[in-house]
């Protein structure tokens, strides 16, 4: 298992998981907070050299964020603040017991008696200051984070009551639910704005938040281990195709697996839109090797309990769709080969190894359904039924190629050179194409 060393390299990953630095992005979640919540200093606090900066009982206010952006403190600022009617685990059982009866898709995955089990249990435990300090954030001034919380650890609990998962398993995977994006309070809010795009260059901003997330927990929380290491690896996956540390099934343990399966479907599930169904199916099939096959099966038996909608993606252009992304693809593997050929040691060599190898997944997932073989392609447009399976899967797979160039990136931009990063940017680039043809 390769768990601990990922854990060695979190706790040093970026700026941001050092928390005696404060943050100007969790600070401002703070501040605005604090424009509707007394928030006070639970003790004085003091910069590294012992300088009183504020004292107990003191309230935080919009005023005082430069003066504390200014200094290293001597003890987290996290730790030292205290918020007046935070949340609690009652709150949040309440929310998403409140939302599994409003809504009939997340009905569908935890509205068994034993799934509400699971998640009323959740009350015993106790939220940590700083925990409450950023979950009250999110649940006031972030409300799609938090209903992504929710909504992930209401689809964790439906998980764990069809696979028969026993305590502590099923408390450790609910808890890391609900937490695993608590890191992104911590990452520049531009960047984690849906409505753009962001290039790999800057992909590495929102790729540190697993990490942060899991410095967070083992700073400011008694939680087991297991919830940090779930949030840690929430974003890898089993074929390496991942992030931040690009682990294989034989490195991550079974919680993070299912964690990550519920993160992908509760995303989903928010977005919504007709198809939803299909939607998810598609998302954890169309790549065998990515999702732990139990909590794929797990997810599908639930998805029996919501009623089939037929997909409005607009069919049109659905050959031209299909040739864009064969040509990508060829392209990419051809850019790929020739690079490999040029050098197959050193950053450049493992890099473009390691990409080739995620291509191979994908190219084998596309030839799976049909869709890669050229003489159908005339048939497609006359079979409707088809052209909306394809208008699901293209997106799926374009969204995989692009995140092997954020991955791609990220590796070489660690650990080569910037002649390095230079050599593998043309390769980059064609995975991170934005054909209009390919949404």
Known sequence: MEIMASHTTATSFGD?????????????HIVELAKTRQIVCADDIHDEHGNKLLARGY?????LQEKLLRRKLKHPLESSLTVSGGITMENIVADALARIEEDAVLTAFAGSSLARGLLRDMRQFPLTGPLKLLLTSARENRQASYAHGLAAMIVS?????????????????????????????????????????????AWKHVASHPCVGYAFIREFTTFPSAVAVCILHHHERLNGSGYP????????DRLSTLLAVADVVSALVLRGGNGLRRKIEVALSIVPEEFDRGAVSSINYALRGIAEESCNESPCNCTSRILSV???????RTTAETLLAADRSGPVGSSVDYALSILEHIEKSLRATGVSDLPQLDLLDQDTQVMGEVCLIIPEIAWRMRNLARNLHMHVETSGSVDDLARTAGLIALLDSRSPTVA
């Not at 050092?18 to 969790?26: E, Q, T």
């Not at 540390?245 to 991550?252: P, S």
């Open 326 to 332: 064969l040509k990508q693809l060829g392209d990419v």
């Open 157 to 201: 609990a439906g998980m764990a009551a069809r696979l028969g998962l026993g305590e502590p398993d099923a408390s450790n995977l609910i808890l890391a639910a609900m937490m695993h994006d608590v890191g992104e309070m911590y990452i520049n809010p531009e960047y984690l704005n849906s409505t753009q795009s962001l290039p790999p260059s």
């Open 16 to 28: 941001d998981a050092g928390f005696h630095n404060v943050n100007p992005h969790c600070l401002g």
């Open 59 to 63: 309230a935080i206010s919009p005023e």
């Open 245 to 252: 540390f690009r682990l294989r099934v034989e490195a991550l």
